[in-house]
């Protein structure tokens, strides 16, 4: 932007990059490679979650209720007496596969819809990109609140819901992305040798948009994992009794005078994973952007 | 400029259009018979048809979506029957007053922490104070808002007993009152903001000190506070103008959050017992308001930007 910037980029930049080669990304990197490492450490748990968890997640001890941290009970027990150190090793589970699957149900939509907006032109690409933009004005928690009303609670619909609402900022990117590639030279050379144009779109544009894509859908796992605990911790997402961290934050609310670790401990493990995943989003997005790349 | 602007306000109404479509679909979506339900169990066929017609069910989509739209304008929303109110008294008078304060008060603390953080973080660029700054605006960003509430409960309500754990007094009715019951819903939803705020002025600032105007202002001999606080920040209010505007959805979900955290009657809590109570025209209702907000609020940012740089202004 500034002269002195771009005054100084030559001199910094070679050396910088050299550096760069080198060595790995894990080592350039160490926040993101121990981030890296407690969301693994998360997937492995969620995995695994028979075999980690001490209890099971829904058996419930009338005699052992809201204990605090101990020997048996790492955590502590909730208000059932049902163990929180195995709630939430298997929350991870549904957290996890929510934040997913509801992250790929949004990448597809906003694929298609971008694809069409950025390939189209005229009055439908105005009409499309308006749609996207209504998309936008919702924030995406109150748009699934909106999607939830109609389709009912459980998990599928949570994943469906948070999905859906997802669409709109995927759409944005795609569309962006779909704009530079189709000017660019080789797309005119493969329409000048008369290739149909869906097969110019699934060789040529695709790819090239699959990719950023991709690195966005790393970076917003962790968003879709926050809408869906928001929208347990609301309770009108994930029903009782499965063991969700946002269901059992706001079951601990309750009692947050006498047993704070009821909230708490699901808490710490939702918030240690969103930090996690998004010091590994920021990573991948700063390694693997064309466009910051570029800039740095 | 006129004429950007007028196309600016088509384009707002546009997207209005599609957002009030779509909100009047969730009607048409959401499961049950509505004729149904307000007939009970036994009915004829022919009182059937009869209340069909008389709701104008009968009449294709775009009038009903019409006849829908004009009632909405005037303010006709319908009957909430959870909460036994007109719902544009219950969601535009009660609860979309509840939510603005807090989201004003949080808003209030972000810009007021945020930027001092940022600049401070800029001008010690590379020091230990920036390296904390950074990791706290990582934390702040990163961790559940709904969980920071509780813990500040647990901490300041509970064990220090420094603010009231939960509840609702209106600042316009009881100034004081309502400022102390606002702080730590305030600062529980400003989090995320006060973090994005320190990191988007930190990087902005960085930029706007390598300018030349800034070398111009030092070359003149002024004291450097004055060159960061007035010929810095002054620079850094477009792009915080634009974030603030586009993170307005964010605000707004957050005091969603917050709301049932701390128990406000807001349209947080208006939305969720809305959802658990299956009254869908309460949660049409949340939706507009929300969207509303969001686009106008929006266009204003971009209406203003020719206000907040005048070299906008010369150059069209």
Same mark, same amino acid.
């Given at each position: 932007m500034s002269l002195s910037s771009s005054d100084a980029a030559p001199t910094a930049l070679p050396r910088a990059k050299a550096s760069l080669g080198r060595r790995s990304m894990f080592l350039r990197r160490p926040f993101f490679t121990v981030a890296l490492i407690v969301a693994a450490a998360y997937v492995l748990a969620a995995t695994f979650a028979p075999h980690v968890a001490p209890f099971d997640p829904v058996k419930?001890?009338? &005699?052992? &209720?809201m204990q605090g941290p101990s020997f048996a009970h790492p955590l502590g027990t909730d208000s059932y007496g049902q163990d929180i150190l195995s709630r939430v090793i298997y929350g991870a589970r549904y957290a996890?596969?929510?934040?997913i699957f509801s992250v790929l149900i949004g990448a597809a939509g906003g694929l298609v819809i971008g694809l069409a907006a950025g390939l189209s032109g005229g009055w439908l690409e105005w009409a499309l990109m308006r749609l996207i933009d209504s998309i936008l004005a919702l924030p995406s928690l109150i748009l699934a609140v909106a999607f939830i009303a109609i389709l009912g609670q459980g998990v599928d619909k949570v994943v469906v819901a948070v999905g859906l609402s997802m669409i709109g900022p995927f759409a944005r990117t795609v569309r962006a992305d779909v704009m530079q590639v189709r000017v660019q030279l080789f797309i005119e050379a493969a329409q000048l040798m008369s290739i149909p144009y869906l097969r110019v779109v699934w060789r040529h544009v695709l790819p090239n948009v699959i990719f950023p894509l991709a690195v966005q859908v790393t970076i917003r796992v962790s968003e879709a994992i926050l809408v869906s605990s928001s929208l347990s911790f609301l309770g009108i997402g994930v029903t009782p009794p499965t063991p969700d961290w946002g269901l059992m934050i706001a079951e601990g609310r309750d009692f947050v005078s006498f047993a704070p670790w009821m909230s708490a401990m699901p808490g710490f493990a939702l918030a240690l994973l969103l930090i996690a995943l998004s010091i590994v989003g920021d990573g991948i997005r700063e390694e693997f952007d064309p466009k910051l790349r570029r800039g740095a | 400029m006129l004429r950007q602007a007028l196309g600016k306000i088509a384009q707002t109404l546009v997207v209005l259009f599609f957002v009030s479509v779509a909100s009047f679909g969730l009607l048409k979506l959401a499961p049950g018979d509505p004729i149904q339900i307000m007939l009970g169990s036994e009915y004829s066929q022919e009182s059937y048809e009869q209340l069909t017609a008389q709701l104008g069910l009968d009449q294709p989509f775009l009038a009903q979506y019409a006849d829908w739209a004009l009632r909405f304008v005037q303010g006709d929303w319908g009957t909430s029957y959870v909460a036994r109110t007109d719902i544009y008294t219950y969601a535009f008078k009660e609860a979309l007053p509840v939510t603005l304060t807090l989201?004003? %008060?949080?808003?209030? %603390?972000?810009? *007021?922490i945020g930027v001092p953080l940022g600049v401070l973080s800029a001008v010690k660029k590379d020091t230990a104070f920036d390296a904390g700054s950074a990791v706290l605006a990582l934390t702040g960003t990163a961790f559940p808002s709904f969980l920071l509430g509780i813990l500040l409960i647990w901490f300041f309500a509970v064990k220090l007993q420094l603010f009231p754990v939960m509840g609702y007094i209106s600042p316009w009715q009881d100034f004081w009152g309502g400022i102390y019951h606002m702080i730590l819903p305030g600062l529980t939803l400003s989090t995320y903001f006060?973090?994005?705020?320190?990191?988007?002025?930190r990087a902005t600032l960085i930029e706007v000190m390598e300018q030349p105007y800034i070398a111009a202002a030092r070359a003149r001999g002024e004291p450097s506070w004055r060159v960061i606080w007035v010929h810095g920040v002054r620079n850094i209010a477009m792009p915080l103008v634009t974030i603030l505007g586009l993170q307005l959805g964010t605000l707004l979900q957050g005091t969603v959050l917050t709301e049932t955290v701390f128990n406000l009657p807001g349209i947080g809590q208006m939305l969720t017992s809305a959802v658990l109570g299956r009254e869908y025209m309460v949660v049409q209702a949340g939706v507009m308001m929300t969207a509303t907000l969001f686009i106008g609020v929006n266009l204003l940012v971009?209406?203003?930007?020719?206000? *907040?740089d005048p070299r906008l202004r010369a150059r069209k």
């Open positions: 419930q001890d009338f &005699m052992a &209720m996890l596969i929510i934040g | 989201a004003s %008060f949080s808003l209030a %603390f972000a810009i *007021l006060i973090a994005m705020i320190t990191r988007l002025t971009d209406l203003s930007y020719p206000f *907040l």
